[in-house]
């Protein structure tokens, strides 16, 4: 069974950074497609940055560059750097993932989600 787990959460600053990250396990491909959403309370859920495992999606994160994503294939791991944050940033993030070939982009449906790890920021 899939098996997405976050973890990397809590309270900071502004201006600080925070590194989530998310151990996938069961997947039963070796090409997916992972992303990152956060839920703001009051907010839809929006995607933060997409990485598949053959490199496409915007690994770059947010436009003005503060977030990244980046994986570490061996071990199954993939992270969500966040730097310079903001309070806006604040909320319950989330990995989710996705398989069948294609550009990997925020926009697609994910089957696979983790629990969560929260992230509050400070002013």
């Known amino acids: 069974q899939v098996k997405l787990v976050e973890s990397g959460g809590g309270s900071v600053q502004s201006g600080d950074s925070l590194r989530l990250s998310c151990v996938a396990s069961e997947i039963p491909y070796s090409s997916y497609c992972m992303v990152w959403f956060r839920q703001s309370p009051g907010k839809e859920r929006e995607g933060v940055a997409a990485?598949?495992?053959?490199?496409?999606?915007s690994a770059g994160g947010t436009p003005d560059g503060r977030f990244t994503i980046s994986k570490d294939k061996a071990k199954n791991i993939w992270y969500l750097q966040m730097n310079n944050l903001k309070s806006e940033d604040g909320g319950m993030y989330y990995c989710?993932?996705?398989w069948g070939g294609g550009y990997c982009y925020t926009g697609r449906p994910f089957g696979h989600w983790g629990q969560g790890t929260q992230v509050t920021v400070s002013s």
């Open positions: 990485l598949g495992t053959d490199g496409s999606g």
């Open positions: 989710a993932a996705t």
